[in-house]
């Protein structure tokens, strides 16, 4: 249902639905999503390879939690979806659910970081506020003596932003 065409030895359409012009992940997700929704005729146009703009670079870090609900909405159902993909597509993603951890060493941070907890709670994001023990549990080779805290956020994770997307650029859904 959509088409990615990256090199010009491959003759363009003479009609389209739409055309998304750019293959990073944001080009690639919005094609797949699209195709998965039924949509026919679904061009994307990049000028080099898949990925090879700003996605490429990215660090690949992804944190839940966004200052507005509605991001923070967008990002969750993102892992969501980088969980599934590989299933989806047959492609790893490099997705994986490994949390994160923000650490206070003063009272001003620790009070800063219960916000962001409560914050999280209220966007229905998993966190914990915890003492500097659990937080050397958890990252063993952290110093800990100096740390009042911290809050850990086990659905946060990293992935490879190429391969992430590469997976829905080759999904099922594509013709």
């Not at 195709?35 to 990215?58: F, N, Y």
């Not at 951890?101 to 998993?126: D, H, I, N, P, W």
Request: glycine content about 10%; proline content about 4%; overall charge positive.
């Amino acid at each position: 249902m959509f088409n990615v065409f990256q090199h010009m030895s491959t003759p363009l359409p003479t009609h389209a639905r739409v055309v998304i012009v750019g293959g990073g992940i944001i080009g690639c997700s919005v094609a797949y999503h699209l195709a998965k929704s039924g949509w026919t005729d679904v061009v994307l146009l990049e000028q080099g390879q898949l990925s090879c703009g700003t996605t490429w670079h990215a660090a690949g870090l992804v944190g839940q939690l966004r200052a507005q609900e509605s991001t923070t909405k967008l990002i969750r159902y993102s892992t969501a979806l980088y969980a599934e993909l590989e299933a989806d597509t047959g492609l790893a993603t490099g997705w994986k659910q490994c949390g994160s951890l923000s650490v206070a060493r003063t009272a001003e941070r620790m009070t800063q970081l219960k916000r962001t907890a409560a914050v999280a709670r209220a966007y229905g994001v998993a966190c914990d506020v915890i003492g500097p023990r659990e937080a050397g549990e958890l990252w063993p080779v952290m110093r800990t003596d100096d740390l009042l805290g911290a809050v850990w956020l086990p659905g946060d994770g990293k992935a490879n932003p190429t391969d992430l997307t590469q997976a829905p650029a080759s999904s099922k859904t594509r013709v």
